[in-house]
């Protein structure tokens, strides 16, 4: 049905390229946008939620807007007063209206794995895509566990989307122990128990952002929950309640890590996300010599923030600590090109998950880096990076927002100008990066 569509957009997306290069030293303070994991959770929970919930800091990109567009669609309205804000009026959770027609998640494995396990528990039936890069992601990491709790969840060959879900099944609640350590699923598994018979109970390999638990419990939904460990029954109410979203540590990563190799630098990054289960790249970049202060730590909307002060430091190689590796799963591009400027050598392992992100990641990046004359070699897992000096080439982010961004901070540093390819969905999870790189002090263009 949408082959050609998505055909044409692909097209699309591939021609939107930049060019990058040296540019100053980065300078001054910014605030990057709202986080995209809570983004999503506080549209998701405002709309099942009884009440009005108004959403403060909202990140306005695109995977979080196909949210709120699929509830729109089920019924549920959203005001946007400004860029940043949503008024949610939630319709309880039995208030959804399903519709006949696919429901659109775009690039966003959040949006999909999230909604699936919401959806598995209503009345009616519904179908959910995604683009190109979503539509090769796995599935069965949430549809086993959902079946096994009594859902109905039909895929493509493999396990891949689209999903189609059969409504009106009664769910049971599971004992789970996840195979892979995954907010997404253990998302998904809490969100269909809310809509189950008797206690929906998770276990992680390793904890994962606790987002979801917490925004439950904001919500005043009963919920016991530790690092790796959560356990919910069914038959409450959520309740509204306003959410204030940090700025997205993930999108602070880029520039902590453009500050850290760029000569000169000393940046701010203002009230960043600090939720201890997604600053491992913080720890990481630490092992390796850079220089960040965390200033005026505070609390905001239930969460961790603090002021990041980033100045140039020399880093050299480390062996990445496996244990740091669930807390800094979206950070790896941007690590990648810290090791490939660092002195010596920096090993990954442990890090497969990354084959199956918006790319494949490991692949991603240790191509793109060798285009440049980096020494890297990939390993199932992960990859070891031998640090040196970059020169100018292509490369083609095969649609990966946080390879584009990553690619545009290796041209800081790199002897020559680097065209980067199929950049549009920076405004997955980034809009406006390019505007903000340049007030920093990079050099990132749109490409002629
Ligand atoms: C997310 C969980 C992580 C992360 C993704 C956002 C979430 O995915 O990579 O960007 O909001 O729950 P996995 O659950 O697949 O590790």
């Not at 989307?161 to 699923?185: C, D, H, K, M, N």
């Not at 100045?311 to 090791?339: H, K, N, S, T």
Request: charged fraction near 20%; hydrophobic fraction near 45%; proline fraction near 5%.
């Amino acid at each position: 049905m949408s082959g050609s569509a998505d055909t044409q957009h692909t097209q699309a997306q591939a021609q939107q390229a930049w060019t990058a290069g040296t540019g100053t030293s980065l300078r001054g303070s910014l605030r990057v946008p709202g986080d995209k994991s809570v983004s999503h959770r506080a549209v998701m929970l405002g709309a099942l939620a009884e009440g009005v919930t108004r959403v403060t800091g909202f990140l306005e990109g695109e995977d979080t807007r196909a949210t709120a567009r699929v509830f729109e669609r089920l019924g549920v309205r959203i005001e946007t007063p400004s860029a940043s804000e949503r008024i949610v009026h939630g319709v309880g959770l039995h208030g959804l209206r399903g519709i006949a027609e696919p429901l659109d998640c775009g690039n966003a494995g959040t949006g999909m794995r999230l909604l699936a396990g919401a959806l598995a528990g209503q009345a009616f039936d519904s179908v959910l895509i995604g683009d190109a890069s979503l539509s090769k992601r796995p599935m069965r990491r949430i549809t086993e566990p959902l079946a096994a709790m009594g859902a109905h969840i039909d895929t493509d060959a493999g396990g891949l989307p689209p999903l189609r879900i059969r409504g009106g099944r009664a769910l049971q609640g599971i004992e789970y122990t996840l195979p892979v350590a995954s907010a997404q699923v253990k998302s998904a598994l809490l969100l269909a128990g809310l809509y189950a018979q008797g206690d929906t109970v998770v276990h992680e390999p390793h904890p994962t952002r606790d987002y979801t638990e917490r925004m439950l419990a904001a919500f005043a939904w009963p919920i016991e929950f530790s690092p790796g460990y959560a356990r919910l029954s069914g038959g409450h109410v959520l309740r509204a309640a306003d959410v204030a979203v940090p700025a997205d540590f993930s999108s602070a990563a880029f520039f902590l890590v453009a500050a850290s190799v760029v000569p000169g630098s000393e940046l701010l990054l203002e009230a960043v996300g600090m939720n201890p289960r997604r600053t491992g790249l913080l720890s990481a970049l630490r092992l390796m010599g850079a220089d960040i202060v965390e200033e005026n730590p505070r609390a905001e909307g239930g969460e961790p923030v603090a002021d990041l002060r980033v100045r140039y430091a020399p880093l050299q190689g480390v062996e990445v600590p496996e244990a740091l590796v669930p807390d800094m799963i979206d950070e790896f591009p941007a690590l990648f090109v810290a090791a490939a400027v660092a002195r010596g050598r920096t090993v990954i392992r442990g890090a497969a998950e990354l084959r199956v992100k918006e790319s494949d990641r490991i692949a991603s990046m240790a191509t793109g880096l060798r285009a440049l004359g980096a020494t890297i070699e990939e390993t199932p897992d992960g990859a070891i990076i031998d640090g040196g000096a970059l020169h100018g080439g292509e490369i083609d982010s095969h649609g990966d927002h946080r390879i584009a961004m990553s690619f545009a901070i290796a041209a800081q540093l790199a002897s020559g100008e680097v065209r980067i390819g199929d950049v549009a969905n920076v405004a997955t999870s980034f809009p406006g990066f390019e505007a903000l790189a340049a007030q920093a002090g990079m050099r990132v263009d749109a490409a002629r």
